[in-house]
């Protein structure tokens, strides 16, 4: 189907489609009749074995380069499958409790909101992680003693649960909630709120 689509358009690039529409024309000035058909299934039709041999020993042995456009989305795919793969194993990365799916992210509109929102989706930052600069000992909580991190601040923190029910209409939820593909629109008020935003 894709190839009939190809060969109906006028705009393609493809120089062994080309070739084809040429030949094509080629073939109706010596009066030739050429019926292009789309078959959707080969089951039940005679020959079928016969044509796939045919079609795939065409392939054997291809003398021509192959064309970059047609070769880079399956090799697109190729990798982004491998990635995936391996992205599937990295389960205690922090980050992929966020975003097990490898897709890009959606921007925000505000620079500083994009800085802060990266920083909290891989879970480093100035507030919970400038101690490895200075050789100091991890911070803590001010309100409870915990060992301060991304995940404390967010879903943990007892201190906070009136303002995270406020903002979230929650108290318990996992962090891919606030910072997944689409982070919760209260995300930066709530840390403004809790005075935490500009140390991030």
């Known amino acids: 189907m894709s190839l009939l689509e190809s060969l109906r358009s006028s705009s393609t690039r493809n120089p062994l489609i080309k070739e084809v529409k040429d030949f094509y024309r080629h073939l109706l000035s010596k009066g030739a009749r050429i019926l292009f058909s789309w078959v959707p299934s080969h089951v039940g039709i005679t020959g079928n074995e016969l044509a796939d041999k045919s ?36 389960t205690n990365n922090k980050l992929h409790v966020i975003k097990p799916v490898l897709s890009h992210w959606v921007p925000k509109l505000n620079r500083r909101c994009d800085v802060v929102l990266t920083r ?32 404390h601040i967010l879903t943990d923190c007892v201190a906070v649960d009136r303002r995270r029910l406020r903002y979230f209409c929650s108290s318990s939820f996992d962090l891919s909630f606030l910072l997944g593909q689409i982070p919760h629109f209260n995300l930066f008020m709530y840390l403004k709120d809790i005075g935490v935003f500009h140390d991030i």
Request: charged share 20%; aromatic share 10%; net charge positive.
């Open 55 to 90: 079609a795939k020993s065409a392939t054997e042995f291809l003398t021509r380069p192959l064309v970059y456009a047609d070769v880079r989305s399956a090799v697109n795919q190729w990798c982004h499958c491998q990635w995936q793969e391996k992205w599937n194993m990295e």
């Open 120 to 151: 909290l989706r891989i879970g480093h930052t100035r507030l919970t992680h400038k101690y490895l600069l200075f050789a100091e000992s991890p911070p803590t909580c001010s309100h409870c003693g915990d060992i301060l991190t991304v995940k």
